[in-house]
């Protein structure tokens, strides 16, 4: 069979570049439902924008690659769509949009502007190989036991990242782009919770508190949450990141408290009160047990010198972790690195290598912090790749 362009992948990017495409669109897919991340990101909710998009909140080789497809369909593009579609949206926090209801009606959105466009979306289709002949892309597919060959003018990479392998996550795109000349960039599994040796904060299984985590010259002041094999919440999938194996991470567990100050001025009108009892005003008292022995804070405040004021403000916002590693692609919420963008246009996310060929989403070599930055990219760049074909 031919058809003008074949979209691999009918995840956000991929179902963002069909509705824009233009006819002769065929989205193909080895799933068997379109938008499987889209249902369950958010809690449900889809967090599918954010407010405050800002280049410098997201990664890659290229720190200015993914500037010209943010600013051409920004989130305000994407969120006056959503208005028209009657989805109603709210803002939860740090200019996070989710749905009120459900991230099906985001699916049901994207799937309706995609056969509006005349897309074709194939689904449990699985893609056997692709090659380039007579300036034509030649894919395989394999769909209910039968074997087609598709001939496509353009070929669109939107198979995402390596994350969450259970929901059909696979290297295709890199295989491919790689197959075509592509650099591939060191992938990585990021915005995922970090692991410690030992059960370290076993204990602590449960406990959240607002922390500020920092690495390599980056923080990030939001909820943190200790679990049975380590740390998780916002502030750590953010910080994971940033993070290497072998960095210790910073966390300063009372970020918008002077706890020197405090404890100083309690030393003086409150001295037979115990250290223990004044922390646990100001973070989660089962920490404070935990931290308890380490830090000698079943003394009373009124024994307290200047140095052990230092120490123990020290001990509490500026706590260094050295994390044995990360819950890996099993749990994270993307994938890090990607197809280099050396060669690939900011402007159509076509190829340089091969014309006709494009790489858009997670598949790209750039990444967004937590909050809705991730599915931007996903609509800009298939935006993007859209209008140019
Ligand atoms: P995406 O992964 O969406 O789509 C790829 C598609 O390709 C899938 O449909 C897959 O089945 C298909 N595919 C893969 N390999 C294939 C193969 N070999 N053959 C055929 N098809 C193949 N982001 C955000 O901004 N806000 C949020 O709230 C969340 N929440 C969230 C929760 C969870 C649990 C996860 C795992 C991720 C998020 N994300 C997120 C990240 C977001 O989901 C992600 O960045 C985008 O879905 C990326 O869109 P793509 O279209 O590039 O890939």
Redesign the pocket.
């Known amino acids: 069979m031919e058809t003008r362009t074949l979209i ?7 179902m963002m570049c069909a509705a824009h495409a233009g006819p002769g669109t065929l989205v ?4 068997k439902a ?5 249902r ?3 809690g449900g909710r ?4 954010n407010l405050d998009i800002r280049f410098e909140r997201f990664l890659g080789r290229n720190p200015h690659f993914h500037k010209s497809a943010l600013s051409r369909y920004t989130q305000w593009d994407f969120i006056a769509r959503v208005s028209e579609a009657g989805i109603a949206w709210h803002e939860k926090t740090l200019g996070q949009l989710f749905c009120d209801g459900s991230a099906k009606e985001i699916i049901a959105m994207l799937r309706a502007d995609m056969e509006r466009a005349g897309a074709q979306l194939w689904l449990s ?3 056997k190989s692709v090659d380039h002949v007579d300036g034509r892309f030649v894919v395989t597919l394999l769909r209910e036991g039968r074997q087609i060959t598709c001939r496509a003018q353009n070929l669109v990479l ?4 390596k ?2 392998p259970k ?4 290297g ?1 795109a890199y295989d491919i782009a790689r197959q075509f000349g592509h650099e591939i960039t060191e992938t990585r599994p990021a915005l995922v919770p970090l692991t410690f040796p030992g059960g370290r904060f076993k204990p602590l299984s449960g406990v959240a508190t607002q922390a500020r985590a920092s690495c390599n010259d980056t923080s990030f002041d939001e909820a943190l949450l200790f679990t049975h094999r380590g740390l998780s919440g916002p502030s750590i999938l953010q910080i994971s990141s940033y993070w290497r194996e072998g960095d210790a991470v910073t966390l300063d567990l009372l970020p918008e408290t002077d706890i020197a100050a405090i404890l100083s001025e309690k030393r003086r009108s409150d001295g037979k009160k115990q250290i223990a009892t004044e922390l646990a005003r100001h973070m989660p008292q089962r920490l404070v047990e935990h931290l308890a022995p380490d830090l000698g804070l079943v003394e009373r405040l009124g024994n307290l010198s200047d140095a052990r004021i230092a120490a123990l403000s020290d001990a509490l916002k500026a706590w260094a972790v050295t994390p044995g590693g990360s819950e890996g692609y099993r749990t ?3 994938t890090l690195g990607g197809v280099a963008t050396d060669a690939i246009s900011s402007k159509t996310m076509e190829s340089a290598r091969r014309p006709g060929l494009y790489v ?4 790209t070599d750039v990444t ?1 912090w937590l ?8 609509w800009s760049s ?1 935006w993007a790749a859209g209008q140019a074909i």
Do not use: R
């Open positions: 691999l992948g009918a995840g956000a990017a991929g193909v897919d080895h799933a379109p938008g499987e991340k889209i369950i990101s958010g889809c967090n599918f924008t289709t699985e893609v939107a198979t995402g990242g994350s969450i929901m059909g996550a696979t295709l994270a919420e993307v858009i989403g997670e598949a967004g909050g809705g930055y991730n599915f931007q990219w996903a298939g």
